[in-house]
């Protein structure tokens, strides 16, 4: 699995060009080396979503992130948007990408994140690792650290609107109009939901902890399934304005960073994983 695209030498991945590959159309499609409209298909790391203004404290030290969000003020999606990746390793089915994430500004670690796609007869199966390399040691050790993953899902070219969508979210959670988390939590609309002019940008949580599956169907039962592994609970459902639908996955919610929930805290040497796939349902 090797990229054509004239911006990158030959060890290197824009990582989400990998998508180009898929047999089928189950995902946001866009030209080879474009920065994914959207984010579209990126993984989402050291965070996913939001820091409420770009600020967050973290062992009593208050850190200030880049706003990379500057219609709301907040820091979004991490660190990955637009990154190219170093392949480490492939088959004729496989791949696997690798980067640095850090430091940057307010953000003193450094987090070794790969990450191994593989290519199946109906889909394409992903699992990311986050390893914090920061040195023992030194003022900054152990590292706050969410994943997710923003993947558009696309009903093997049905519009939206003529579609249904099937999950496995338990509970929303409401926010303020600066898509940060506010009150308690709320029942999820039921499944399943017609999708016709329905707009969203919200997110929600299956408090079992399952393994997350979110399909969306065609009015003949054929469409697109992701399954994320029961370490991303957290989901956000966002319909752009080209009605397209990202469903995405995350180990811990929105504004995560400030508030702690659900935050993995990485030793130096440590790791978390997740896994997902994507792919195909035929009739």
């Known amino acids: 699995m090797t990229t054509t695209s004239p911006r990158l030498s030959p060890p290197q991945v824009l990582l989400f060009d990998v ?12 030209e080879p080396a474009q920065r994914p409209p ?35 003020g907040h820091a979004l999606h991490g660190f990955t948007w637009g990154r190219i990746f170093n392949i480490v390793d492939h088959t004729n089915d496989s791949a696997t990408l690798r980067t640095i994430l850090g430091p940057e500004p307010g953000w003193p670690w450094q987090i070794e ?19 914090n390399i920061t040195p023992a040691g030194g003022e900054h050790g152990p590292a706050p650290c969410a994943l997710g993953v923003h993947t558009y899902l ?23 109009s600066r898509n940060i988390p506010t009150g308690p939590r709320q029942p999820w609309p039921a499944s399943p939901m017609d999708m016709n002019g329905v707009q969203l940008d919200d997110a929600g949580v299956d408090p079992v902890k399952r393994p997350h599956i979110a399909r969306l169907v065609r009015e003949d039962g054929c469409g697109v399934e992701l399954e994320a592994s029961k370490s991303m609970p957290w989901t956000q459902i966002f319909t752009s304005p080209q009605r397209e639908l990202a ?20 030793a130096p040497g440590e790791r978390m994983s997740v896994t997902w796939s994507v792919r195909a349902i035929n009739n």
């Open 154 to 176: 696309d009903p093997q070219g049905a519009p939206l609107d003529e579609c249904t969508l099937h999950h496995t979210i338990e509970q929303h959670q409401p926010v303020d």
């Open 247 to 266: 469903v995405e996955p995350m180990t811990a919610p929105p504004n995560a960073l400030a508030t702690g929930e659900d935050v993995t805290v990485l």
């Open 38 to 72: 959207g984010a579209a298909n990126i993984v989402l790391a050291p965070w996913p979503n939001r820091v409420a203004d770009a600020t967050f404290t973290f062992n009593g030290i208050t850190h200030q992130l880049e706003v990379t969000e500057p219609e709301r």
């Open 113 to 131: 994140l790969t990450v191994t796609y593989t290519l199946t007869d109906t889909g394409i199966t992903g699992t990311m690792t986050a390893h």
């Open 19 to 30: 998508w180009r590959w898929t047999p089928a159309p189950y995902s946001r499609a866009f």
